[in-house]
């Protein structure tokens, strides 16, 4: 049984993700409507508080790009900590003849790629 995403406090991370993407979109938006301004403008000069403003939102997208991608691998890396622990659980319950069967190794192969896979997943949204 997988473990439920927004369990142990992950919500919050959750909540940071989307209002970080809100934020972000609104930064894009208008730094769009700033460089159309500028390339409409042609030879007009632009107050340098204008400028000022548009560099400050292209810093803002860059720290909001970080936050995103940091709180993503912390969300991701503490629901495979979970899961992994859930496997791992389960399987020192398992009978010891289930050992003597398997291929240890491509088990333990295939199962590292599902967890890489599933991380991958979160993160990437």
Request: hydrophobic share 50%; glycine share 8%; aromatic share 12%.
């Amino acid at each position: 049984m997988l473990p439920r995403i927004l369990a142990n406090k992950r919500w919050q991370p959750l909540v940071l993700l989307a209002a970080t993407g809100a934020f972000q979109s609104v930064c894009l938006i208008w730094l769009i409507g700033w460089a159309r301004n500028v390339i409409e403008g042609g030879s007009e000069q632009l107050p340098i508080v204008s400028w000022g403003i548009g560099i400050a939102a292209i810093l803002f997208l860059a720290a909001g790009r970080y936050v995103e991608r940091f709180y993503a691998e912390l969300l991701a890396q503490r629901y495979i900590f979970e899961l992994r622990q859930a496997v791992f659980e389960k399987s020192q319950r398992l009978p010891t003849k289930d050992f003597k069967v398997a291929d240890k190794g491509g088990t333990l192969l295939r199962l590292t790629g599902d967890m890489t896979a599933i991380r991958n997943w979160i993160v990437q949204g």
